[in-house]
């Protein structure tokens, strides 16, 4: 692995004496960088992050570790990664404006970048665990969705940028390595560093014995590794969503490669349905109804939202070399057809991806604070075994539930199911 010979670690001693000229910077906080106060934040798995707050306001530094930061230096990882976060944000902030945080500053050998401080904002993941609410959740993530698949591929881009786009983007090649392997291939056989709950194996041991489940999850992976339709946000999780009970926003695109467009909205779906199956450990026995109610209407929303949104595009912004209107309206013809049927692909995908990653955040390396902060690990078990069945039908026959409420039934079935 190679790292830049200048590059070094931030810590929030060196911080000041480092980034203290950067204009981005310090016309942002304000102040002294010796008063600045600073602190570091980064509860991920990978990099480093700092809150940086002086007179004037405050920012966030994103520094890339030359390791994945939950597993230690024995898993080395390219700083380089960092370049395509910071190429995800800018792309992602032209093609779903207003979602992502802004980048004020970008240092491509310290592998870091200085971007928007979202207050008073707080991760969903915690905001599902505590039982919050927020307005328009489903709505704006599936509209992120349909705005970023379709403006990244080959519909909106001429072929020319979209090509050129790959290209940059194929020299990410460790990110899709984990991703192929900790989501696609790590949960259905007894990988090095996964974990799961004790009293989950006999479910996860049947699991790891269907063949024809491992088969259809291999022919997924091989859409996922062969596909370019579209940048991904890559890991778009409960956990790469900050919200107040108002405003939505995305962070955290480090996964970011180009691929099918189901992958982020069925993963977003996947992290609201581990959410419903966690409440009843989280929700006293007079909300947990109410609040599980509310979170299928998120996944109603996020699959509506996505819809209408890509019909919308599909209306006004098909100006690639996808489906051209040369073939359809020029020549007094309908395009609705096609589509009707390319989001009906979409969606069927959208679903076996969900299945998958309901899969991965049991079973694999990196698990979801949902099921993990469930102390009675019987209960967990129990819950946990609901969400690994659901996404096995999932992945086993999308096409029953591309309907949203044969979905919303087949979650509340399970939901009732006792399996363990």
Not at 38 to 59: A, P, Q
Not at 339 to 346: H, R, V
Not at 365 to 382: C, G, M, Q, S
Request: proline letters at 5%; one cysteine or more.
């Amino acid at each position: 692995m190679e790292i830049d010979l200048d590059y070094r670690a931030l810590s929030v001693e060196s911080l000041p004496q480092r980034l203290g000229k950067v204009e981005a910077v310090a016309s942002r906080v304000g102040g002294e960088p010796a008063t600045w106060a600073i602190r570091e934040v980064g509860d991920g798995n990978l990099n480093l992050v700092f809150i940086v707050s002086g007179s004037l306001g405050s920012v966030v530094v994103k520094q890339a570790l030359p390791y994945v930061r939950m597993v230690g230096e024995s898993w080395p990882l390219p700083t380089y990664r960092a370049h395509f976060e910071y190429y995800a944000l800018v792309r992602q902030a032209k093609r779903a404006p207003g979602i992502a945080p802004e980048v004020y500053h970008f240092d491509k050998p310290q592998a870091l970048f200085v971007m928007e401080y979202l207050h008073p904002h707080t991760i969903l993941r915690r905001k599902l665990i505590n039982g919050e609410r927020v307005a328009q959740l489903g709505e704006t993530i599936g509209q992120f969705c349909a705005r970023t698949a379709f403006r990244g591929s080959e519909l909106s881009l001429s072929s020319p940028e979209k090509k050129a786009d790959v290209g940059l983007f194929s020299g990410n090649v460790a990110i899709p390595a984990i991703t192929e392997s900790l989501v696609f291939t790590d949960p259905y056989y007894g990988a090095e560093m996964n974990h799961h709950t004790p009293e989950l194996s006999p479910v996860v041991d049947e699991l790891r014995r269907n063949t024809r489940l491992k088969a259809k999850v291999q022919r997924l992976l091989m859409k996922f590794t062969a596909n370019t339709e579209t940048m991904l946000h890559g890991d778009l999780h409960s956990g790469s969503i900050m919200a107040t009970d108002t405003e939505v926003r995305v962070i955290d695109p480090e996964f970011s490669q180009y691929g099918p467009m189901a992958f982020d909205l069925g993963m977003a779906v996947a992290n609201f349905l581990m959410a419903y199956f966690s409440q009843p450990a989280h929700r006293s026995e007079d909300e947990l109804e109410a609040y599980q109610a509310w979170i299928l209407e998120v996944i109603n929303a996020c699959f509506s939202s996505f819809d209408e949104e890509f019909r919308h595009l599909w209306q006004t912004e098909r100006t690639g070399i996808l489906f051209p209107k040369a073939l359809f309206e020029e020549q007094g013809n309908s395009a609705d057809d096609a589509c009707d049927a390319l989001l009906e692909e979409i969606r069927l995908d959208a679903l076996a991806y969900c299945g998958i990653e309901m899969h991965r955040r049991v079973l694999s390396l990196a698990h979801n604070a949902d099921f993990e902060e469930i102390e009675n690990t019987a209960l967990r078990a129990k819950l946990e075994a609901r969400n690994v069945l659901m996404g096995q039908t999932l992945i086993m026959e999308p096409e029953a539930y591309s309907d949203l409420a044969a979905l919303v039934g087949l979650a509340r079935a399970y939901n009732q199911q006792e399996v363990l």
